[in-house]
């Protein structure tokens, strides 16, 4: 059964952010709100909710997935990161970017780019957001909540409730977030380009 909880969106509830964790760590899927639409997340080591994931997106193999991370410290664990991106993401996160980087080996290989071992890497500027991750004590693996043959990201809690129930085992319901999904930079060049243009200020990157 699909549960759904209402979370304010400022002071998000501590209890209700406990179960949705105790749901993350005992391999659910959940949907919550971030600053750019809401998102599927599992926790980093589950397989199978990975693979729950691929088959609500029909995603193939060479997807790039998203650590959604606290700050910057625990992104450098899970990306390597030069001077000059981490000057780069220290400027723009927290926000709705997303940067493509290449993998630590504390990331699954399942997670990665199979060729390139890459991964995405983000730090949104949401109060819920937080508190999952604060209280899970690591990043959720994530990917933006757009089904098979939609171009845009699901943003109404209650129509995701309807679509993804039973599919799902908790829908975040977290108010209204931003619709446009992140912008995605790769930063595998020691640069940014903008491969994605999104949500936030794209040209900030040219």
């Given at each position: ?22 749901c ?51 992104l ?30 504390e ?76 912008t ?23």
């Open positions: 059964m699909t549960q759904f909880y209402e979370i304010h969106p400022d002071n998000p509830q501590p209890r209700l952010i406990s179960q949705a964790v105790a993350v760590r005992h391999g659910g899927l959940i949907v919550y709100p971030t600053d750019s639409g809401y998102a599927l997340g599992c926790h980093i080591g589950d397989k199978k909710a990975l693979d729950r994931i691929r088959q609500i997106r029909k995603l193939e193999k060479s997807h790039n997935f998203t650590l959604v991370c606290r700050d910057l410290s625990e450098a664990m899970f990306a390597r990161v030069d001077n000059v991106s981490f000057r780069l993401l220290k400027n723009h996160t927290p926000g709705p970017y997303t940067f493509i980087l290449r993998a630590s080996p990331v699954p290989n399942r997670l990665q780019h199979p060729k390139k071992k890459t991964i995405g890497i983000r730090v949104p500027d949401n109060a819920i957001t937080m508190a999952l991750l604060e209280s899970l004590g690591e990043p959720l693996m994530s990917t933006s909540l757009i089904l098979p043959d939609e171009e845009q990201p699901l943003f109404d809690p209650e129509e995701i409730y309807e679509t993804l129930k039973g599919k799902v085992d908790l829908v975040i319901n977290g108010g209204h977030v931003n619709d446009v999904p992140t995605v930079v790769d930063m595998l060049e020691g640069y940014p380009r903008v491969i994605r243009q999104g949500a936030g200020d794209p040209d900030i990157f040219t």
